[in-house]
């Protein structure tokens, strides 16, 4: 076994000892120097001793003892015009073309799409739109001499709607579309004719 030299042993534990003081010293200045202790706390107001001082109002003059101001002319300075410099060059100038207005020679009547219905489809669909603008105006008696809300009247303004546009579609010839508008008035004459 190894015995430890006590002498070195001294001598580290002073080194150590003198770090330590100097390192306490060292923080202590810093400390110092960065002013923390020579500040002074902020003084808070206290509230109700003077905290709420009334302003000072100086005297006031007279109106009459004010001079009107004095009237200045208002001249507006010209602004001279600067030129500006173009990195492209100007566009060329293009007439456009003379929009021609078609006669009414040229105008043709639009084409009705319709599709091809047999003789049985063309009588199911006349037949069908007949019930259905009979049956409107069956529903539409009921409503009249009646005092009718606003939902009621909307009702009979979009029933007269459909039905006028399926008597166009009876005239133009176009049974489908006048069908299915029929249709359409006879639902709403329905919802009409049960809310009375």
Request: net charge positive; hydrophobic share 40%.
């Amino acid at each position: 076994m190894r015995m430890p030299n006590t002498g070195t042993q001294k001598q580290m534990r002073t080194q150590t000892k003198a770090t330590r003081k100097w390192l306490t010293l060292l923080c202590g200045c810093v400390l110092w120097t960065s002013g923390c202790f020579l500040q002074k706390a902020p003084v808070r107001p206290r509230i109700g001793v003077t905290g709420f001082a009334h302003p000072v109002v100086p005297a006031s003059t007279a109106i009459a003892e004010l001079e009107p101001p004095p009237d200045l002319p208002f001249e507006v300075p010209l602004v001279p015009l600067l030129a500006t410099s173009r990195s492209m060059p100007a566009r060329p100038h293009v007439a456009p073309p003379a929009a021609s207005e078609p006669t009414p020679a040229e105008k043709a009547a639009e084409p009705i799409i319709s599709p091809a219905l047999t003789t049985e489809e063309l009588a199911a669909a006349r037949t069908a739109t007949q019930q259905n603008l009979q049956m409107v105006e069956k529903n539409l008696t009921l409503a009249r001499g009646r005092t009718l809300n606003a939902t009621q009247q909307d009702l009979i303004s979009k029933v007269r709607g459909f039905t006028d546009n399926a008597r166009e579609a009876m005239y133009s010839g176009d049974w489908v579309r006048a069908r299915n508008l029929s249709k359409k008035a006879e639902v709403l004459s329905e919802q009409l004719a049960a809310s009375l």
